[in-house]
């Protein structure tokens, strides 16, 4: 996430990925230690590196900053914050937890539904020298190596004012990144090609789960039922995903009972569209030139979501 809870191309992992490859191989963690790294971001994938992660920061093992979001009850519209450089977005950060529950009581105070989470890593969008964070390294592999892209990609692209679209894209990046360099990478290593497909799976699977939940909830608040029926059967709908969310191992009843907005559209801002990212690269080989693709239409367009729409359209014709 931008400002973390996750931009724009041509390298990639400096020593994050050098520092899970050591960890795979049982030896010293050192920057830019293994020269696979390079080669992985650089020539295979095209992300924008440049300096980023080459530090080592070490913070509070609770969270680097916390993000408020909120949205109106009554719709699935998120409440939108002004940025200058990239525009509108539907969070705000805040370093104190105590700030952040100060904004988010003055957002519950006129009838929004709000959600305050934590955030373990940021990008800076190619700014600056992103440091690797101590609340990041510790991660288990696979889930480093998918922060680490996901980042690297907001410094490859970022659209203003999309943060949806951002934030799924650089979850797709970050995902089939950790893929191509556990399976067929430098850090290849069987057990976690494996954890990084299943990981991908999960990830998508409860992208669709709710998905539907939003659909339903959105024809739902088409309708303006008075406010009674409305909440009981948004209460009905949510309970009935989290029970989808539950069986499948996607999720827990607290993801999304009691209903909040604000909560469901934070979480879909990283899971939104997935299938069809994931469907202008559906093998290994083709993550690449996807990504450069995905960069190349979505960066230039007003609606990046149709830009891969038309991408994946244009696949299929052949």
């Not at 890593?121 to 996901?150: I, K």
């Not at 999720?251 to 994931?278: C, H, M, Q, S, W």
Request: net charge positive.
């Amino acid at each position: 996430m931008w400002g973390r809870t996750g931009d724009n191309r041509p390298h990639i992992c400096h020593w994050q990925i050098a520092k899970l490859a050591a960890q795979a191989c049982g030896g010293p963690v050192e920057p830019r230690q293994h020269p696979g790294v390079d080669r992985l971001g650089h020539q295979r994938l095209g992300l924008h590196v440049g300096e980023a992660y080459s530090t080592f920061a070490e913070v509070p093992q609770d969270a680097t900053v916390y993000v408020v979001s909120a949205a109106r009850q009554d719709r699935l519209e998120a409440h939108l914050w002004r940025y200058p450089l990239v525009g509108r977005l539907p969070y705000r950060g805040f370093f104190e937890r105590a700030d952040a529950d100060a904004a988010a009581r003055r957002l519950a105070a006129r009838d929004l539904d709000v959600d305050v989470r934590p955030a373990i890593a940021f990008s800076t969008l190619g700014w600056f020298a992103d440091p690797l964070l101590s609340t990041v390294a510790t991660e288990p592999p696979v889930a480093v190596a998918e922060t680490v892209l996901h980042e690297l990609w907001h410094a490859t692209l970022f659209v203003p004012g999309e943060a949806a679209f951002n934030e799924s894209a650089a979850t797709f990046a970050g995902h089939r990144g950790a893929i191509a360099f556990f399976c067929a990478g430098p850090g290849r290593d069987p057990a976690r090609c494996v954890e990084a497909r299943s990981r991908w799976a999960a990830t998508r699977a409860r992208g669709r789960v709710l998905g539907r939940l939003a659909g339903r909830l959105r024809r739902l608040y088409a309708g303006s039922p008075p406010p009674p029926v409305r909440e009981r059967t948004r209460a009905a709908l949510c309970r009935a995903a989290a029970a989808a969310l539950a069986r499948r191992g996607l999720g827990g009843r607290e993801d999304l009972v009691p209903p909040n907005n604000a909560r469901l559209l934070g979480d879909l801002i990283y899971l939104t569209g997935l299938d069809a990212f994931e469907g202008l690269a559906p093998g290994d080989a083709d993550l690449a030139p996807a990504l450069g693709a995905i960069a190349a239409s979505a960066g230039e367009s007003r609606d990046p979501f149709g830009a891969v729409t038309a991408l994946a359209a244009r696949r299929e014709r052949g």
